[in-house]
């Protein structure tokens, strides 16, 4: 089992209420992830469902204080939210690592414009399998089968690859704007691919996109 670096509360670190700050060294990333973890509504006595987010660096703020005000209003079960992000100094240090772990392939353009390292995605879902949540269980008491997965953007790719190719990763999904168009809209090769030898989705899933997204809006 993988060790966090180091431990931070919100006294120190975190700015927000019920919040922690770990670092943990991934062997098959070959690199280290900066865990921020949120307890939304956690009661003695109940096991919160798990909220996987990734890109955690721009997201977890937001998310956080969202789900407090629907859990205010009882719209939501108590939540453990594991942010994935990076020990970074500023946003724009993130555009890299995430290219890394969320792309699913190598899109040759992409690559070479930025220069960025990409098609990490497989390595990225083995962290999240074999060492992330096993550390999740085993710190936080949770249920290991009772969780949710939400990215967006390249995120959202990362999460309709892992629909893809292990769907049972996640109990559920929620994939807003993916980036679909990716290295030449390839993920539905792996999408014809798993249609062709499946007829239905274990996982639950949500999907959603704005009508206004693109260039023309």
Not at 47 to 60: E, G, I, T
Not at 116 to 122: L, N, Q, V
Not at 171 to 180: D, T, V, W
């Amino acid at each position: 089992m993988i060790e966090p670096v180091a431990t931070m509360s919100r006294t120190n670190d975190s700015p927000l209420l019920h919040s922690e700050v770990h670092y943990l060294d991934s062997e098959v990333v070959g690199a280290e992830f900066k865990l921020l973890i949120g307890k939304c509504g956690l009661k003695d006595g109940t096991s919160p469902v798990v909220l996987y987010l990734p890109d955690a660096d721009f997201s977890f703020g937001s998310a956080v204080n969202m789900l407090w005000a629907m859990q205010f209003l009882e719209w939501l079960p108590p939540l453990l939210v594991v942010g994935i992000a990076y020990r970074v100094s500023d946003e724009v240090e993130t555009l890299a690592p995430r290219f890394r772990d969320l792309t699913p392939s190598v899109d040759k353009e992409t690559v070479e414009r930025f220069g960025w390292e990409a098609g990490g995605a497989s390595r990225f879902h083995s962290f999240i399998k074999g060492e992330l949540k096993p550390w999740v269980t085993e710190r936080f008491g949770v249920d290991a089968d009772d969780d949710v997965y939400f990215g967006h953007s390249l995120g959202g790719l990362f999460g309709a690859y892992v629909l893809l190719t292990e769907p049972e990763t996640f109990k559920r999904y929620g994939i807003g704007s993916a980036s679909l168009w990716y290295d030449h809209w390839s993920i539905f090769e792996r999408e014809a691919a798993y249609a062709d030898a499946h007829d239905d989705q274990a996982a639950r899933i949500y999907l959603s996109v704005g009508e206004h997204e693109g260039p023309g809006g």
